[in-house]
């Protein structure tokens, strides 16, 4: 008799799809955004990427709010953070899994490296994560 494979633990399509979304191949990060007004005052103290989803305390991958800094979960977990977009419209947010900058009102990845203003935040988390400056002309390199 044949034993029956288990499939039953693999997700089903219609998961797939939701997690991986369309299949548009590589998103360009736009090296422009109108919300980074929102951006907070002070990113230079920012939580270390460990920290746990503020609201259910997931401990991994979770996102920085760039507005007040708080830290939650993605939306392959329990969608904290798009939650808090849609409360707060705080819509630009860091990932720490990945350190990709997302701005939920553009529905687009932004450049953390062409963008000025994430450009701090960005070496600050990459510091954080891995012990180091990206590997990049410093923000101060570029006002001399
Ligand atoms: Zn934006
Ligand atoms: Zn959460
Ligand atoms: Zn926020």
Redesign the pocket.
Known sequence: MAKEVSSSSSPSMEEELEIYGSESGWVEARTHCDHLPSLSPDLSHIPTPDSH??????PAE?WLCLSCKDV??SRF?????LKHYQESRHCIALSYSDLSVWCFSCDSYLDAQMILQLRPVYEIAHLLKFGVRPPLVTVENLLN
Request: proline residues 0%; positive net charge; charged residues 20%.
């Open positions: 989803c503020s609201r259910c305390d997931h979770n939650l979960c977990i329990n969608k904290h953070m």
